[in-house]
Antibody, heavy 114, light 111 residues
Framework: EVHLVESGGGLVKPGGSLRLSCAAS????????MNWVRQAPGKGLEWVGR??????????DYAAPVKGRISISRDDSKNTLYLQMNSLKTEDTAVYYC?????WGQGTLVTVSS | QLVLTQSPSASASLGASVKLTCTLSSGHSSYPIAWHQQQPEKGPRFLMKLNSDGTHAKGDEIPDRFSGSSSGAERYLTISSLQSEDAADYYCQTWGTDIQVFGGGTKLTVL
């Protein structure tokens, strides 16, 4: 069964940093293009960024609101996806989901507040 | 600019059918999309990938009541024999060379 499990969310002050993880199982993670998607309280889904498989270059794309402040990486030996977020703003408060191989994780809540 | 447009809300009666629409922006009518469902207080669930020719590939354990179709720049999600658990937000998603986009979502009320 395909599973994605996010972790690493929490409360962080504006200007702070946080690293989220997404552990994958049940599929060949190394072949998958993986995404991060977020959902602010009461709002719709917003794409954050994507990383291609290493065989397709392993390159990343980021949404405009977060470009320059986030970095997506992957460790195929650990079947794990990462989202490094820096210079966090209050508007980054959201549930962060990983999405790949037609599957969503359960999400992890990031709250940016002083 | 790649944009997806969805009506904010829709409603239909228990046991009836409903057709939700997602419209691709001008110049992007050949793009495939994905449909996702988000039930209240839950995370999203992938429903299907829908191509411009109407062919679609559903996710695991998605009931036959859910189907997709396409016409020009419009992509449709049809839910037949509506059940109470179909009350949810439905999002379409598409992707370009270096970007992914979600529609604003349609909130489906089952009467």
């Amino acid at each position: 069964e395909v599973h994605l499990v996010e972790s690493g969310g929490g409360l962080v002050k504006p200007g702070g940093s946080l690293r989220l993880s997404c552990a994958a199982s049940g599929f060949t993670f190394s072949n998958a293009w993986m995404n991060w998607v977020r959902q602010a309280p009461g709002k719709g889904l917003e794409w954050v960024g994507r990383i291609r498989s290493k065989s397709d270059g392993g390159t990343t794309d980021y949404a405009a609101p977060v470009k320059g402040r986030i970095s997506i990486s992957r460790d195929d030996s650990k079947n794990t996806l990462y989202l490094q977020m820096n210079s966090l703003k209050t508007e980054d408060t959201a549930v962060y989901y990983c999405l790949g191989f037609g599957t969503w994780g359960q999400g992890t809540l990031v709250t940016v507040s002083s | 600019q790649l944009v997806l447009t969805q009506s904010p809300s829709a409603s239909a009666s228990l046991g009836a059918s409903v057709k939700l629409t997602c419209t691709l922006s001008s110049g992007h009518s050949s793009y495939p999309i994905a449909w996702h469902q988000q039930q209240p207080e839950k995370g999203p669930r992938f429903l299907m990938k829908l191509n411009s020719d109407g062919t679609h590939a559903k996710g695991d354990e998605i009931p036959d009541r859910f189907s997709g179709s396409s016409s020009g720049a419009e992509r449709y999600l049809t839910i037949s024999s509506l059940q109470s658990e179909d009350a949810a937000d439905y999002y379409c998603q598409t992707w370009g060379t270096d970007i992914q986009v979600f529609g604003g979502g349609t909130k489906l009320t089952v009467l």
